[in-house]
């Protein structure tokens, strides 16, 4: 039996129908390929309508809790507008620290990098790399001991005439009798 055969014999159809609407062989649906869709559908169509019930009451739910809804609600902008007062005063805090830091640092060159570090802990290493203390544990006046040696080592090694030495110890602050 071919499939043509098949579709007609499980498909009643009155005899006009089948004259008018001639067989093609590359184009016809089995009668079981068809009902085994057609059934898949109507079931994709309940399980959609149940979701859709489902969802439906699942809304009619939360409209009954609604009044329950509008007290939370008020409790969370409580909290939240707590919470912006607290995030304004540490932002007060910590331009106040950033300004005092780039304040610390004399060179108009660094404080513009210096401004544009936005971490504060990166800040705050910046600043202490760039302002050293170089006055001597002991309180001594003049060059601690390791700016003393740097210098003499600097001095030692330098290669260009005595009066450019002096000039550049000058410009770099040390002392110079």
């Known amino acids: 039996m071919s499939t043509e055969e098949q579709v007609v014999k499980e498909a009643p159809a009155s005899a006009e129908d089948v004259k008018a609407a001639p067989l093609q062989d590359d184009k016809s649906v089995p009668y079981s390929r068809f009902k085994e869709i057609n059934d898949r559908a109507k079931a994709a169509e309940t399980a959609l309508k149940a979701r859709e019930d489902a969802d439906k009451a699942a809304a009619e739910k939360k409209a009954i809790e609604e009044g329950k809804l509008q007290e939370v609600l008020a409790d969370k902008e409580a909290k939240l507008k707590a919470l912006v007062e607290k995030a304004e005063s540490y ?6 620290l950033r300004k005092g830091l780039i304040e610390k640092i004399t060179d108009k060159d660094l404080q513009s ?7 504060i802990d990166k800040l705050q290493l910046f600043v202490d790399k760039h302002t050293k203390d170089t006055t001597p544990p002991d309180g001594s006046k003049g060059a601690a001991p390791d700016v003393k040696a740097a210098a003499s080592e600097a001095i030692k090694n330098f290669k260009g005439s005595p009066g450019q030495l002096v000039a550049m110890l000058k410009k770099a602050g040390f002392p110079v009798q």
């Open 91 to 96: 932002e007060k805090q910590e331009k106040k």
């Open 113 to 119: 990098i210096a401004e544009d570090i936005h971490d």
